[in-house]
């Protein structure tokens, strides 16, 4: 059996499923032996007062020596190091970017070979804080897959950039899941191998029928669900506007809320729910009328292929996002807009479309979805990979 292991930001019961989740469990339906491990975890990461839950998701991860996943199929484990890569100045350093994993207890590349990974088959990263592993296991092929545009995070240090385009000389492939980001990261590519293949959906798991959530009693329809990230590049201020305007519509805000000014309001039809884990989240897509993508437009942004618009789709929601470039490229039935104006129109419009006995039903966003299931993303991995192999 082939062995691959992934490197990856995000820990495998994180609430905030990516897309290195839906590429280790292709691999896994395919066959392959998959190893997971996320970025590390420190004792310092108890003292932040927020992410409480995550940190014990990812302390209980470490504390097992790895848990089996998927039908056992997927082995997951997070690294705990005494120095980590964080955005604490003293832990934006190269040194530390290079050398956390010698910290861990035990070794990561001890822990690995126990397991049965030394030498695997491929090392594939979407962080480059596991960058260093190439030489320790040994790999035959290394991936870098990135799905983001890294400079564009502001709380990104100059060490992970480096790093980054240190990786892109070096891998083996490098896999874009943009062509926006495809083009950004080109020069730092010359002429090696690189190619973009976007985010896709479960369809089946989205598609699988479940009841209403239990907070939905008390939430009136008609529903505007957004999930995912409320972070610097989701646009709380056109929340706010929006909430104003369509004082019918329930804004259901699924993630994990920042504190302070950006989410410090409450509105009656703003209903911040906090994080929910994967199999929990479908229920409040199937049951709602539309869903959101309410992002600010800027250089992190315009490099992004949203895994959320083929979620809401393969529910057979309508989807009303903000307008940037990937996103017209990538020719799908939602309905972009720019400024609150839009936006309000484009939402009333979703609406009463869905309503409409005259509606195209979800016909429109369900075959999208279809289109852009994983395994049509396998296939363009498998072409990629007989030629690199």
Not at 102 to 124: M, N
Not at 190 to 205: E, S
Not at 264 to 270: G, L, V, W
Request: charged content about 25%; some cysteine.
């Amino acid at each position: 059996m082939k062995r691959i292991v992934f490197g990856s930001s995000n820990h495998w019961t994180s609430p905030y499923q990516v897309g290195s989740h839906a590429w280790a469990r292709l691999f896994a339906r395919h066959d392959w032996s998959v190893a997971y491990i996320s970025d590390p975890i420190t004792p310092w990461h108890w003292l932040g007062r927020t992410g409480r839950e995550r940190t014990r998701e990812r302390w209980a991860l470490w504390k097992s020596g790895g848990e089996w996943f998927e039908n056992r199929t997927v082995r997951a484990w997070v690294p705990c190091s005494l120095v980590a890569p964080q955005s604490l100045p003293v832990f934006r350093s190269r040194w530390v970017m290079e050398s956390w994993d010698g910290f861990t207890v035990p070794r990561v590349e001890s822990q690995l070979c126990k397991w049965g990974f030394d030498l695997p088959d491929i090392l594939w990263l979407d962080s480059v804080r596991h960058a260093g592993w190439g030489k320790l296991l040994r790999p035959r092929k290394t991936i870098l897959r990135i799905a983001d545009w890294s400079p564009g995070f502001s709380t990104t240090p100059a060490s992970v950039i480096e790093a980054e385009r240190r990786l892109l000389a070096e891998a083996d492939l490098v896999i874009a899941s943009s062509q926006s980001l495809e083009a950004r990261l080109g020069e730092f590519r010359g002429n090696k191998p690189m190619l973009t293949i976007r985010n896709g959906v479960d369809a089946a798991f989205w598609k699988d029928p479940c009841p209403p959530p239990p907070e939905y009693l008390e939430i009136p329809a008609p529903r505007a669900v957004y999930v995912g990230a409320l972070d610097e590049w989701f646009d709380v201020e056109l929340l706010r506007q929006l909430a104003q305007r369509l004082s019918d519509v329930s804004f259901v805000i699924i993630g994990q809320r920042r504190h302070g000014p950006a989410t410090d309001f409450s509105m009656p039809n703003i209903h911040w729910l906090g994080s929910r884990p994967r199999e929990q989240v479908r229920a409040y897509v199937q049951h709602a009328n539309v869903g959101i993508i309410p992002f600010k437009r800027n250089d992190l942004i315009e490099c992004v292929c949203p895994l959320k618009l083929y979620e809401y789709m393969a529910c057979g929601l309508p989807v009303v996002a903000t307008r940037w470039d990937e996103l017209e490229r990538m020719n799908s039935p939602a309905r972009l807009a720019t400024g609150v104006g839009e936006w309000t129109a484009q939402l009333r419009q979703s609406l009463q479309a869905k309503q409409s006995a005259q509606s195209r039903d979800a016909e429109g966003e369900s075959a999208y979805a279809l289109s852009n299931d994983w395994q049509c993303r396998w296939l363009e991995w498998q072409a990629a990979w007989g030629k690199l192999a």
